[in-house]
T-cell receptor, first 114, second 111 residues
Framework: DGGITQSPKYLFRKEGQNVTLSCEQNLNHDAMYWYRQDPGQGLRLIYYSQIVNDFQKGDIAEGYSVSREKKESFPLTVTSAQKNPTAFYLC?????????????FGPGTRLTVL | EDQVTQSPEALRLQEGESSSLNCSYTVSGLRGLFWYRQDPGKGPEFLFTLYSAGEEKEKERLKATLTKKESFLHITAPKPEDSATYLCAVQVGGRDDKIIFGKGTRLHILP
């Protein structure tokens, strides 16, 4: 089955620790995205990548880092510099065609800082 | 500033009671408008894409329409399983095809 997988589903972290969230897609999509979702707020873009070995900061990149070594994979590291990391994290991918950018989402990872 | 606003924030309907959700936008150069359904604790599920004013898309009890300033998601004779948060997103023209999301409408259908 084609789709986007995220792991783990739930993640607990102690303050001061870095954690890495996994995102894999087998849709052969070029672009991948990381969003953060907090209660009562819309999805906010953290980082995005349009091609392998290239990525750009989104609206709230501070305290996060990413890599894009493979087309299929776009892991997100939440560093200890992120002041309020507890949130629901969503990965998405899209294939840009004729100017269109329909994004499809993974199931999400809920991160809780203890 | 580009902005997407969804209303109402929450809506409770009786089963079979039809209604509409609104997504209004002020953006510089609309490239596309998307509707998603999101269940609690899950990722958004893609529903529709609309690209030009006057366009309509349908799927089961849902129908999405688009004008130059807003989009409506019409729900006809809803069932309890239609309960979810519905998200609207707008693709803005530009080099990176930025997507802006609204905050969503929480829909609850009572049996």
């Amino acid at each position: 089955d084609g789709g986007i997988t995220q792991s783990p589903k739930y993640l607990f972290r102690k303050e001061g620790q870095n954690v890495t969230l996994s995102c894999e897609q087998n849709l052969n999509h070029d672009a991948m995205y990381w969003y953060r979702q907090d209660p009562g707020q819309g999805l906010r873009l953290i980082y995005y990548s349009q091609i392998v070995n290239d990525f750009q900061k989104g609206d709230i990149a501070e305290g996060y880092s990413v890599s894009r070594e493979k087309k299929e994979s776009f892991p997100l590291t939440v560093t200890s510099a992120q002041k309020n990391p507890t949130a629901f994290y969503l990965c998405a991918s899209s294939i840009k065609r004729e100017g269109r950018n329909e994004q499809f989402f993974g199931p999400g990872t809920r991160l809780t800082v203890l | 500033e580009d902005q997407v606003t969804q209303s109402p924030e929450a809506l409770r309907l009786q089963e079979g009671e039809s209604s509409s959700l609104n997504c209004s936008y002020t953006v510089s150069g609309l490239r596309g408008l998307f509707w998603y359904r999101q269940d609690p604790g899950k990722g958004p599920e893609f529903l529709f894409t609309l690209y030009s004013a006057g366009e309509e898309k349908e799927k089961e009890r849902l129908k999405a329409t688009l004008t130059k300033k807003e989009s409506f998601l019409h729900i006809t004779a809803p069932k309890p399983e239609d309960s979810a948060t519905y998200l609207c997103a707008v693709q803005v023209g530009g080099r990176d095809d930025k997507i802006i999301f609204g905050k969503g409408t929480r829909l609850h259908i009572l049996p």
